[in-house]
């Protein structure tokens, strides 16, 4: 078993990375891009002791380079997604919310913002999404206008929705299915798309609703893990990464069955950390779970595969969505189109490719419902170092935080047990003044008109 738990040393410094627009030697990969909804890194077997069985994402960790130190771009599921897309912080993107029925202006990938699926398209690549996408409702936020040629899932957590009976979007068109199983619908949805175009470059991003709420699994899978102890709903969800998990050995199988292994980059990651409603689960020991920007709640598995390009391993530089943007973009040699803004991340191609392990640059959370407070649970990493504001309510908050900032060092102390700000005011002082510059920075980017 690989070491869990390690950091690099990062210097401190604020700013915008640029993108290398270095084309690749080779011709451009396929991609396909799996996030899992609120699955933790202790979910995967391989590292967790057998308390799971996920035998395809263990090939994958085998297989590909596994980021001991990634991180989600948020604590919750909407604000990590814009990440994704865009390359940016999200509250840079208008997305900083997650109930899309409450607070729909708050969900909703601004207008003027260039997604990764725009790149992929303006380069030649067939796009696809298929299941959550969860960045903005209605005609103007539809995936079909976000740069995904192809569209079979839903925006988001939808009324009165089960695994057993679910609206879908179809190419824009809605219909209600209730004879399926929606993580293995989603997972024949995905293997229908790789058949289809497997002559052409695709650029695929399979987002599994599994496991978050609201739990439902095959009874004889979850009958299993209550066998070995688990209590109903934790039996329930590890049925559900189990059913996920198959579909994705699936993928994996007709990928070698179509000869586009070596041809595809395969990509497994998570929006944030596991759900606290249901109850605690094995996580390493991490502190916090969803909502809170403590590692429980933002540390995620993070795998990249693409055979013969890059040698199986692990990696301990820090990883962050906004990474994938740049990443992608080098690997796949596309073009940022002109009208995007700036990208805050950085390309990953160095360290895949053994070249170096570690990273730079601070990376920075805050998450609170509604509007911003960037008083409460907020948080800055740089190198060993963690600054975090503490997490306070996870209903809209009344005012501003006074609660004193907390400071973790993360080699000697990865479960963030011991706050050592009183040690170290000077270094409090500086990390805190990082994390108020990029919030104003970002507040008045998310504030433009």
């Given at each position: 078993?690989?070491?869990?738990?390690?950091?690099?040393?990062?210097?401190?410094?604020?700013?915008?990375?640029?993108?290398?627009?270095?084309?690749?030697?080779?011709?451009?990969?396929?991609?396909?891009?799996?996030?899992?909804?609120?699955?933790?890194?202790?979910?995967?077997?391989?590292?967790?002791?057998?308390?799971?069985?996920?035998?395809?994402?263990?090939?994958?960790?085998?297989?590909?380079?596994?980021?001991?130190?990634?991180?989600?771009?948020?604590?919750?599921?909407?604000?990590?997604?814009?990440?994704?897309?865009?390359?940016?912080?999200?509250?840079?993107?208008?997305?900083?919310?997650?109930?899309?029925?409450?607070?729909?202006?708050?969900?909703?990938?601004?207008?003027?913002?260039?997604?990764?699926?725009?790149?992929?398209?303006?380069?030649?690549?067939?796009?696809?999404?298929?299941?959550?996408?969860?960045?903005?409702?209605?005609?103007?936020?539809h995936p079909l206008r976000r740069g995904f040629a192809e569209f079979e899932g839903f925006s988001g957590s939808e009324p009165k929705m089960t695994y057993f009976a679910y609206p879908l979007d179809v190419q824009g068109r809605r219909i209600e299915?209730?004879?399926?199983?929606?993580?293995?619908?989603?997972?024949?949805?995905?293997?229908?798309?790789?058949?289809?175009?497997?002559?052409?470059?695709?650029?695929?991003?399979?987002?599994?609703?599994?496991?978050?709420?609201?739990?439902?699994?095959?009874?004889?899978?979850?009958?299993?893990?209550?066998?070995?102890?688990?209590?109903?709903?934790?039996?329930?969800?590890?049925?559900?990464?189990?059913?996920?998990?198959?579909?994705?050995?699936?993928?994996?199988?007709?990928?070698?069955?179509?000869?586009?292994?070596?041809?595809?980059?395969?990509i497994f990651t998570s929006d944030n950390g596991p759900d606290p409603i249901p109850g605690p689960r094995f996580n390493h020991g991490l502190r916090g779970m969803k909502y809170e920007v403590h590692e429980g709640g933002i540390r995620v598995p993070l795998?990249?595969?693409?055979?013969?390009?890059?040698?199986?391993?692990?990696?301990?530089?820090?990883?962050?969505?906004?990474?994938?943007?740049?990443?992608?973009?080098?690997?796949?040699?596309?073009?940022?189109?002109?009208?995007?803004?700036?990208?805050?991340?950085?390309?990953?191609?160095?360290?895949?490719?053994?070249?170096?392990?570690?990273?730079?640059?601070?990376?920075?959370?805050?998450?609170?419902?509604?509007?911003?407070?960037?008083?409460?649970?907020?948080?800055?990493?740089?190198?060993?170092?963690?600054?975090?504001?503490?997490?306070?309510?996870?209903?809209?908050?009344?005012?501003?935080?006074?609660?004193?900032?907390?400071?973790?060092?993360?080699?000697?102390?990865?479960?963030?047990?011991?706050?050592?700000?009183?040690?170290?005011?000077?270094?409090?002082?500086?990390?805190?003044?990082?994390?108020?510059?990029?919030?104003?920075?970002?507040?008045?980017?998310?504030?433009?008109?």
């Amino acid at each position: 078993m690989r070491p869990f738990l390690c950091w690099p040393v990062m210097g401190l410094c604020l700013g915008v990375l640029p993108i290398r627009a270095a084309a690749p030697a080779a011709p451009p990969p396929n991609v396909i891009l799996i996030v899992a909804d609120d699955f933790a890194v202790g979910d995967v077997a391989a590292f967790n002791g057998g308390r799971t069985r996920t035998p395809a994402i263990d090939r994958l960790a085998a297989e590909g380079v596994w980021f001991h130190a990634a991180y989600s771009a948020s604590a919750v599921c909407a604000p990590a997604r814009a990440a994704i897309y865009t390359g940016r912080y999200p509250h840079r993107t208008g997305v900083v919310s997650l109930d899309l029925n409450r607070e729909p202006e708050l969900t909703r990938l601004r207008l003027d913002e260039v997604t990764i699926a725009d790149a992929f398209r303006a380069g030649g690549y067939v796009t696809g999404l298929i299941g959550k996408w969860h960045t903005g409702a209605g005609e103007q936020w539809h995936p079909l206008r976000r740069g995904f040629a192809e569209f079979e899932g839903f925006s988001g957590s939808e009324p009165k929705m089960t695994y057993f009976a679910y609206p879908l979007d179809v190419q824009g068109r809605r219909i209600e299915v209730a004879d399926k199983y929606l993580t293995d619908d989603l997972s024949a949805r995905a293997l229908g798309f790789v058949r289809r175009h497997r002559d052409r470059p695709f650029f695929l991003n399979l987002c599994h609703y599994a496991p978050h709420r609201p739990l439902g699994a095959p009874a004889d899978v979850v009958a299993r893990y209550r066998a070995q102890g688990h209590d109903e709903k934790i039996a329930t969800i590890y049925a559900m990464n189990e059913v996920m998990d198959r579909g994705l050995g699936e993928l994996l199988a007709e990928l070698d069955r179509l000869d586009l292994t070596s041809r595809t980059l395969v990509i497994f990651t998570s929006d944030n950390g596991p759900d606290p409603i249901p109850g605690p689960r094995f996580n390493h020991g991490l502190r916090g779970m969803k909502y809170e920007v403590h590692e429980g709640g933002i540390r995620v598995p993070l795998i990249f595969r693409w055979t013969g390009r890059f040698a199986p391993g692990s990696r301990q530089a820090v990883a962050h969505f906004i990474d994938f943007f740049p990443t992608l973009v080098e690997l796949c040699g596309l073009r940022v189109p002109l009208a995007a803004r700036p990208r805050d991340g950085a390309s990953l191609v160095p360290v895949l490719a053994g070249e170096r392990d570690r990273t730079d640059t601070p990376r920075f959370w805050q998450w609170n419902r509604a509007n911003p407070d960037y008083t409460h649970n907020a948080a800055v990493r740089d190198g060993p170092w963690k600054l975090v504001r503490p997490f306070v309510t996870r209903n809209v908050p009344e005012g501003a935080s006074t609660a004193a900032p907390m400071l973790y060092h993360l080699p000697t102390d990865p479960f963030e047990t011991t706050d050592v700000a009183a040690q170290h005011p000077e270094r409090v002082a500086r990390l805190r003044a990082a994390l108020d510059a990029w919030s104003s920075e970002i507040e008045r980017e998310r504030q433009r008109p």
